[in-house]
């Protein structure tokens, strides 16, 4: 650059200090992580985070579906029964502005300024007590997603939980986590009570056990077609993953997981692989 001019010597500091600044933004800006790279904190929404809940709150309509063993990457989760004395230490990220509107895997939408976490195998709707052991801050949220699945982390916070514990920065943080309670919604006289129970049971529901999955439609109904003389139950559905439609075929609807499992072994013992149970 030619500096001779006595115009751009009297602009250069002010070049420079702005380089300087526009750089340091820009180093900022990739800090933070969660389940994939979160945007900065977003400080200048109109949309103010709510108060952190001190008591039980209502039970989302959409998260009243009730709990099922998942698998992910065909690794297995089975979700505990009871949340008694359910304490953890470990690692927490969070997620915000990449997952916000979006479903999470109880049904509902995700509030990035609301007080909930994703765990792997806690009931939906647990109440959950997080403690920061590093500035003593501690807030109450409620379970309503699944993960996260990386190694070594626990939970999962939304964005507001992660600022409430100074966690939005460095983006994971060790983390003291205690259940208090799954939130349950009853009626009594006439009025919705929201109360914390302990145990739940996951094993009573609706399972399938699903022995393919095509591109090709009519690849899905001639499977149908072979095993419906010895399966009256068996249907082909329609599903999108990653923009691209599939037709699933799913054999039976078992009331009970051991007996869908019980099915699932049944069906290996004929050539079926690879296979698995589904709840519906």
Request: proline share 6%; glycine share 8%.
């Amino acid at each position: 650059m030619d500096f001779t001019s006595t115009g751009l010597l009297l602009f250069y500091p002010m070049i420079r200090s702005l380089l300087v600044i526009g750089l340091s933004l820009s180093f900022f800006l990739f800090l933070g992580c969660s389940k994939q790279v979160v945007r900065p904190p977003l400080e200048s929404q109109t949309v103010s985070p709510p108060v952190i809940p001190k008591s039980p709150a209502e039970v989302p309509k959409k998260a009243e579906r009730k709990e099922r063993p998942y698998a992910v990457k065909d690794k297995w989760y089975f979700p505990v029964s009871s949340v008694a004395e359910y304490k953890e230490k470990g690692i927490c990220s969070w997620y915000g502005p990449d997952f916000h509107g979006k479903q999470t895997s109880s049904g509902e939408t995700y509030d990035m300024f609301g007080y909930t976490a994703a765990h792997r195998i806690l009931p939906y709707n647990t109440q959950v007590r997080v403690k920061n052991p590093a500035n003593n801050k501690e807030i109450l949220v409620r379970i309503n997603d699944r993960g996260p699945f990386l190694k070594d982390r626990i939970l999962d916070l939304s964005y507001s939980g992660a600022k409430a514990l100074d966690l939005l920065g460095p983006g994971t943080g060790l983390i003291e986590l205690e259940a208090l309670g799954i939130l349950e919604e009853s009626e009594e006289n006439g009025q919705k009570i929201t109360r914390l129970v302990q145990k739940v049971d996951f094993r009573i529901g609706e399972f399938s056990v699903q022995i393919g999955a095509f591109k090709d439609r009519q690849n899905a109904l001639r499977l149908q077609e072979k095993l419906i003389n010895q399966y009256a139950q068996i249907e082909v559905s329609e599903t999108v993953r990653l923009g691209e439609t599939f037709f699933r075929v799913r054999v039976c609807r078992c009331t009970r997981l051991e007996e869908a499992l019980s099915l699932q072994k049944q069906l290996e013992g004929k050539g079926f692989t690879p296979i698995f149970v589904v709840a519906q």
